[in-house]
């Protein structure tokens, strides 16, 4: 099971962070990501971390968002900064294990609007 926290409605030019608790996998041995969705849109990735900490972005991340793990905590962590109006989406955890059985969270909105 994967919950995410952290969403709520921000200002452009403001920063967000993102929190992604699982229980019942085990975390240490699975990749992560964040993925979202805005209205009308696909879901798409946002950034992700591997088993090891090594990370990829996309694009529109790079620079501004950075993801993070804490196995000890089995945590995965998205702090947003610089967000921008087209960055209003539902954020979803995703975690996949090295069997590449996929986990999804069940989002959490996050609005950035003045």
């Known amino acids: 099971q994967l919950q995410a926290s952290g969403g709520g409605l921000v200002q452009p030019g403001g920063s967000l962070s993102l929190s992604c608790a699982a229980s019942?996998?085990?975390?240490?041995?699975?990749?992560m990501g964040w993925y979202r969705q805005a209205p009308g849109k696909q879901r798409e990735l946002v950034a992700r971390?591997?088993?090891?900490?090594?990370?990829n972005y996309a694009e529109t991340a790079k620079g501004r968002f950075t993801i993070s793990r804490d196995n000890a905590k089995s945590t995965v962590y998205l702090q947003m900064n610089s967000l921008k109006p087209e960055d209003t989406a539902v954020y979803y955890c995703?975690?996949?294990?090295?069997?590449?059985?996929?986990?999804w969270g069940q989002g959490t909105l996050v609005t950035v609007s003045s």
């Open positions: 971390i591997t088993s090891s900490g090594s990370t």
């Open positions: 019942g996998i085990i975390f240490s041995i699975n990749d």
């Open positions: 995703h975690s996949m294990t090295p069997t590449y059985f996929n986990y």
